[in-house]
């Protein structure tokens, strides 16, 4: 049994608690007191301790373009032009490197579990790797080697668009049909950190038939199914001229729209399209960082939420990696959006980067400090200059705090990161430069 004290902690049902103790038992916590003072042989975690953080939305490779996608005009379009050159040069071994370094990065922001959205299967050229899977292991095991759990959301991926073939690098994302894809995803086996997801990864990639292969392959494992919906108006305008009819409505069609799925992005939706998911259960993640950076524009959060719809939130592009940002994006967004102050409180916010992330993910057990539940616990300093004065509050994590002020991160009952130092990575800046500069080289 591991103690851990905690200066301050979040608790639910409870808010903000001085002086609680943690006891943990293989991974998971098996006692809480608050007003405790710590024990001899306690661990001491200082500022206020959060849940974990879980990263919904994730595409590693994208961080080799962080500052160099900023410079000229356009939209997302012209930025996917970009994204496909990065996509070109990798092989398992430099994505390895590659996405340890993304990993660790997240751990010392707070992120204990994230969802990587997985496309970029094949070899250059469309080849398979002698193991079909080699690219998705090496996310695994860079997700190991970084402190982090992970939900691989293998993705289906067979269109260049609306009845346009796969080309150029494009072809490192197919699989040529849903059921071959599904034989290679049924292929990958979980274990203790690693879960396995599907994603479809648009309706604009994945032909109507297709997709429904995805949905009922996601059913019969009792996977996570996510997908990318309405992130551009372009994609629904050309969903419409296809199926006339919006993507939202083309995933419920084929069966992907449920309580164990998750639409990413749901930036340009109708009413019709809010009254389906929340009908049939299907949460929202919104990556408000992403969004705003390929101008994408700013999803209705606030009406989703209204509708009893669940949000959670990822930083996908990795433009910056700070879920607390996200988070806070989402109000600061609709602030935008409505001309109207606190949508959602700090409390509503924490949870979507937090238990509702984690069921997102497929980890229930996960998301909240509480009996039960795994011992994942984020230390975030109270003293910095972001966060002096402003007291042991939710709002001052939630509303001023940053990735910076994330002090210790505790995955699993394991110390990942002490006083802002990566444990099982000893430069992970270093790790990150070593890394993109191979890739881009």
Known sequence: MTTWWCEHAWLPDIGVADGVLVKTEEGHIAAISVD???????????????????????????????????HGAGDFWAWRNLM????ERLDPDSYYALARGVFAEMALAGVTCVGEFHYLHNAPGGGRYSDANAMGHALMNAAASAGVRLTLLDACYLTGGFGQPLQGPQLRFGDGSADSWALRVEQLTEH?????????????AVPLAEA????????????PLHMHVSEQVAENEQCIEKYDRTPT??????????????????????????????????????????????????????????????????SDGHALIDLLEE????????????????????????RAATVVGHRALGWPDAGVIAVGMRADLVAV????????????????????????????????DRHVVRDRQH?????????????????LS
Not at 43 to 67: D, E, K, M, T, Y
Not at 192 to 204: C, F, K, M
Not at 381 to 388: F, G, Q
Request: glycine content about 8%; proline content about 2%; hydrophobic content about 45%.
């Open 36 to 70: 405790a003072a710590p024990s001899a042989d306690s661990n001491r975690l200082h500022g206020l301790v959060i849940p974990g953080l879980a990263n919904v939305h994730s595409h590693a490779f994208h961080r080799a373009l962080r500052g160099r996608a900023q």
């Open 84 to 87: 496909y050159d990065i996509a």
């Open 192 to 204: 203790e950190g690693v879960r396995i997801g599907a994603a479809i990864h648009s309706v604009r």
């Open 212 to 223: 429904e292969v995805a949905a009922v392959t996601a059913k019969r494992n009792g996977w």
């Open 249 to 314: 409505q083309v995933l419920a069609e084929v069966g992907a729209l449920t309580a164990n799925s998750t639409a990413v992005h749901a930036t340009h939706l109708t009413g019709a399209d809010i009254a389906l998911l929340s009908k049939t259960g299907c949460g929202v993640c919104l990556c408000p960082t992403t969004e705003r950076d390929l101008a994408d524009g700013i999803g209705p959060a606030g009406t989703l939420a209204s509708h009893g719809v669940s949000l959670s939130v990822g």
């Open 327 to 350: 988070a806070r994006a989402v109000e600061m967004h609709e602030r935008l959006s409505t001309n109207r102050r606190g949508r959602f409180d700090a409390s509503a916010l924490l």
């Open 381 to 412: 300093d109270l003293e910095s200059v972001r966060t002096a004065g402003a007291g042991a509050s939710l709002d001052a994590v939630v509303f001023a705090a940053t990735a910076a002020d994330v002090t210790d991160v505790v995955v699993d």
């Open 423 to 439: 444990l099982l990575i000893d430069d992970v800046a270093r790790e990150l430069a070593t890394s993109i500069a191979a890739v």
